[in-house]
Each structure stands twice: as C-alpha cells, then as structure tokens.
C-alpha cells in the first residue's frame, strides 16, 4: 500500500534520461531553507540505489551556499565544474574551482560548496554509495 503514496520509481533499466525525467534532489537536501531552495538546483540521473552510483546535475547561483556547517556522510565523491567557479572546501583546505577543475575526496572528511562569483556555476558529480 505504501507504494501508492510514494513517487514512481524510476525503472532501474532505463538507460537514457532526459532533463524533466531527472529527480529533482533540492527539496530533500535543503528542506526548510528558503534561500538554499532558492539558489541551489540538484537532479539525480535515474535510479542511484539500483547502480550504487548518484550521479548528479548541480547548479549554484551566484551566492549560494550550501550551508555554514559542513556536510559529512559516508561515500565518496567527484565532480567537474562545467561553468563558472564554485568555492569547495574539504576539511581544512579551500580551493576555488573553474570550468574544467574537478574534485575528488572522501565525503567522511567535512565538506562544503559556495558560489563566490557574481554568476552561476554547473558542476556534474558522482557520489558513492548514494547518499539520498
């Protein structure tokens, strides 16, 4: 019966996605949040449990912060920034990433993305395990 309330599931088969077909993560991520809600886009491709892989379509418009506390959870993470520049910090360093920079840590270690620039900034990530 719970299956009737919750959304449909994506097909774990399906190989190919178009951009209205990605989940839309923003919700789950920043509930109660206003600003964040406002500043912050997240879309999943497809189902992430099923392949142990989040792949993930994140835009940051300029100011936005993922939060004054850090994020941990336990997975590891990637990403390449395809436009603009996001601020990453990763435990106790702090790198600001342009197009074409990319990432790679330890989502145990404390982390945190912010949008310093005056425009919006893409990033493509990958998180294993999913963390949502």
Not at 62 to 80: C, K, L, P, R, V
């Amino acid at each position: 019966m719970s299956e009737f309330f919750e959304p449909e599931a994506i097909s774990a088969q399906k190989p190919f996605f178009t951009p209205s077909e990605m989940r839309d993560l923003t919700s789950l991520l920043y509930q109660g949040d206003e600003l964040a809600l406002q500043k912050i886009a997240i879309r999943q491709v497809g189902d992430a449990k099923a392949h142990n892989l989040q792949i993930l379509h994140e835009v940051y418009e300029a100011g936005a912060d993922t939060g004054a506390s850090m994020i941990e959870h336990d997975a590891n993470e990637g990403g390449i920034v395809v436009s603009g520049e996001i601020e990453v910090t990763v435990g106790d360093e702090i790198r600001i990433l342009k197009a074409g920079d990319a990432y790679l840590f330890n989502s145990r270690e404390p982390h945190r993305f912010r949008n310093v620039s005056d425009r919006p900034a893409e990033v493509i990530s990958a998180c294993t395990p999913p963390y949502l």
